[in-house]
């Protein structure tokens, strides 16, 4: 049942009620568990806070048990970013593998399968789908998240997945807007700054979004990024002119607004995250992500006092924030009207505009995620194939992790090969002596080369290079952006990391499935 402290006045209540914390460990600490009945109202949950569907669960309840209305927010968006399978890989494929195969009905019903997961364990506000155009390929941080470089695909991948999600019940948030697509730098690191005209985000950044808003997404997250062309003054997130102007004027977007986690450091390096809260809700955003590595009560006390502090200096209009702290009760009471009931249906919610709810529907839902894997893959043969005997050396190229992926989660195809031809063996190369490396630990071996983004890497490119100059017979499997040009006996582009992509390229490369 809900409860709110008495003595905890109106002010205070909703300085709580726009904060999305997180928080240590696998069960609620009695710090939060107390803001709760003081009138937070969202916690956001990561990796560390999960360890197997039953213990999500039981957190999750334990949370009701204070708030019945919490909103229990997730990174979950399946392939390369995944929260809820954080030690195993996913079950899913990510947004590129799913722009790939390009079926909307497909899309729809890996969303929808994934929030049926999602809403089981409690989870009811899932910060997905990525919505931005990858139109850089070097983009570090987007990538594989996103459904891909042309904005009309982007799109309507993006709406199928709005839809799928939330027809189980899960609140869906199109991110990272206004498009983190064309950028060269990592936000969790500095502050990214897109340099294009406004013609150009309207044909290309945008389009996502605005479909997004018509297939009826119930949040946004907002970028730390500069867009001069919008606003040369403050990023995204900061921006009156982005967020209230655009998101809410031009595009008519009247759902929540969060923001993406304001300790990174293209936020925290500059304004701090007390005065960044400040400001973001000023400028329009409704809900304040915090937690990814700041997750203590002294950072939910601290943004609590600087919004109650701005209010009473008059930096922040009290209506402006009272107006954030009903969405945030607006978008848990949908979440209400929607949770799943007995029979673990959700109660009717938005619907595909295009018609992306059949299809697909008929395939078995405990392997959606494999069957889209499998679809996604695209091979390469330089002649005809003979699939490893004995078994093979996996060398596996390995870059340095972003941080919206992290480093916990494994990746590749030598679990799923060794399953499939035992005494397979692997390592770990890196840096410019890794072909090498790789040669002298496979020895007689057939060697099964593991990529990630290799045109972003050129010690990658090098080791391919000394690996195929040895052994033309080399299998590269590239789990990354396929920008590269495929080369090897068998080349393997699996459009992401997620672990039913390993397990889908390990098939073809053991010859359970043809190439």
């Known amino acids: 049942m809900t409860t709110l402290a008495g003595r905890s006045d109106t002010l205070t209540r909703d300085a709580l009620t726009v904060l999305q914390p997180g928080f240590p460990g696998t069960t609620a600490p009695d710090w939060l568990l107390r803001r709760l009945g003081e009138g937070l109202a969202s916690v956001g949950l990561f990796g560390r806070n999960v360890a197997s569907p039953e213990q999500l669960a039981a957190l999750t309840a334990q949370l009701r048990a204070e708030r019945d209305d919490v909103l229990v927010a997730i990174d979950e968006e399946g392939g390369d970013v995944t929260r809820l399978e954080v030690r195993t890989g996913s079950s899913f494929p990510g947004n590129h593998a799913l722009g790939a195969v390009d079926d909307v009905a497909l899309t729809h019903e ?53 839809t799928g999600l939330q027809s189980a019940g899960v609140a869906a948030c199109a991110k990272h807007f206004p498009g983190h697509g064309d950028t060269a730098v990592d936000s969790h690191l500095a502050m990214p700054r897109i340099d294009v005209p406004a013609e150009v985000l309207e044909t290309r950044d945008l389009v996502p979004f605005r479909a997004a808003i018509a297939a009826g997404t119930r949040a946004v997250m907002s970028a730390h990024i500069l867009v001069p062309a919008l606003d040369p003054d403050r990023p995204a997130t900061l921006s009156r002119r982005i967020l209230t102007d655009l998101l809410r004027g031009e595009l008519g977007y009247d759902g929540l607004i969060v923001t993406d986690g304001m300790e990174m450091r293209a936020i925290a390096a500059v304004y701090g995250i007390e005065r960044g809260s400040v400001l973001a809700l000023a400028a329009g955003a409704d809900a304040i992500c915090v937690g990814g590595g700041l997750n203590d009560d002294e950072t939910v006390r601290r943004l609590r006092d600087a919004l109650v502090s701005a209010v009473r200096s008059g930096e922040l209009p009290e209506e402006r924030l009272a107006d954030a702290a009903e969405r945030v009760r607006r978008l848990a009471r949908w979440t209400a009207l929607t949770a799943p009931g007995p029979d673990g249906q959700a109660a009717p919610a938005t619907h595909a505009a295009d018609g992306s709810a059949g299809g697909a529907a008929a395939q078995d839902q405990d392997d959606i995620g494999l069957v889209a894997a499998r679809r996604a893959l695209t091979v390469t043969r330089s002649g005809p194939y003979e699939p490893p005997a004995p078994a093979p050396y996996v060398a596996a190229f390995t870059p340095v992790a972003n941080i919206a992926v992290g480093d916990e989660t494994p990746w590749g195809v030598a679990a799923e090969l060794a399953r499939l031809l035992p005494g397979t063996e692997t390592g770990s190369f890196t840096g410019v002596e890794a072909g090498p490396a790789a040669l002298a630990a496979a020895g007689d071996r057939r060697i099964v080369a593991v990529v990630r983004d290799e045109h972003r890497h050129p010690w990658m490119t090098a080791a391919l290079d000394t690996l195929l100059a040895a052994r033309p017979d080399t299998i590269v499997v590239e789990m990354g952006i396929p920008e590269a040009p495929p080369r090897g006996a068998l080349h393997i582009a699996t459009h992401g990391a997620a672990r039913v992509c390993g397990r889908a390229a390990a098939e073809v490369v053991a010859g359970a499935r043809r190439p």
């Open 110 to 162: 890996v969303a929808r399968e994934l929030g049926r997961r999602l809403a089981a364990c409690g989870v009811n506000f899932n910060w997905a789908p990525a919505a931005d155009v990858n139109a850089d390929p070097a983009n570090p941080v987007i990538g594989v998240r996103s459904f891909g470089a042309d904005p009309d695909l982007a799109a309507r991948h993006t709406a199928a997945y709005v």
